[in-house]
């Protein structure tokens, strides 16, 4: 009964190049999440996809991010020409719905770190 | 989303009870409780969630009084392993999908 899985765990990239972090969700699990986690702070919210629809993406930069939840595979956020302020901990949550008893489980993150 | 107020940190020792009580005096009708528990370098777990009296699962209790105004998670007969932050949240059914973790609840189990 495998959890949410989420690699890499950690990633280490130099300005300017891409970034891409990968999360598969719980099996039965239709609704992703992803937070941010900057050193010495809580997790962030960025957004919210279901299966090939973002739902809200109002906590994620306008420029360089992106997610994706496509029909198969995984849930992909993807941070372009990345600068060192996006050195965090990125992680992605899932759940059956956003009602009450539908909890959200989260995933080990991915550590990302800038050179 | 319902603001949160908790201890930021607590001690115990190895087979006592911990109790963390969290300050919520402006929950909605509508809002639920839910806690969290991370341990370094992992993801937030889910511990409990419950809307009004006493909620018991294999991990923790969860107390919550008639004016839903605060609500205390009961740790019973804590390890050393249950060293980790604990957080608190607040929010309602349909809506309140954007979690929002504050400093949380340093627990720190001693031997």
């Known amino acids: 009964n495998a959890g949410v899985m989420q690699n890499p765990r950690h990633l280490v990239r130099r300005r300017g190049q891409e970034a891409r972090l990968r999360c598969s969700p719980m099996?039965?699990?239709?609704?992703v999440y992803w937070y941010r986690q900057l050193p010495e702070e809580g997790l962030k919210f960025m957004v919210y996809?279901?299966?090939?629809?973002?739902?809200?993406e109002s906590g994620m930069p306008k420029e360089r991010f992106s997610a994706e939840f496509p029909k198969e595979g995984p849930s992909i956020l993807r941070i372009q020409q990345v600068v060192r302020g996006d050195s965090a901990a990125y992680f992605c949550?899932?759940?059956?719905?956003?009602?009450?008893?539908?909890?959200?489980?989260f995933g080990d993150g991915t550590r990302l770190s800038i050179l | 989303l319902a603001k949160t107020t908790q201890p930021i940190s607590m001690d115990s020792y190895e087979g006592q009870e911990v109790n963390i009580t969290c300050s919520h005096n402006?929950?909605?009708?509508?809002?639920?409780i839910t806690w969290y528990q991370q341990f370094p370098s992992q993801g937030p777990r889910f511990i409990i969630q419950?809307?009004?009296t006493k909620v018991t699962n294999e991990v923790a209790s969860l107390f919550i009084p008639a004016d839903r105004k605060s609500s205390t998670l009961s740790l019973p007969r804590v390890s050393l392993s249950d060293t980790a932050v604990y957080y608190c949240?607040?929010?309602?059914?349909?809506?309140?999908?954007?979690?929002?973790f504050g400093a949380g609840t340093t627990v720190t189990v001693r031997a």
């Open positions: 949550a899932s759940s059956t719905g956003t009602g009450e008893g539908q909890p959200q489980h």
């Open positions: 099996k039965g699990h239709s609704h």
């Open positions: 996809l279901q299966k090939e629809n973002i739902i809200d």
């Open positions: 402006n929950i909605a009708t509508n809002d639920y």
């Open positions: 419950g809307y009004k």
């Open positions: 949240l607040v929010g309602d059914s349909w809506g309140d999908y954007k979690l929002s």
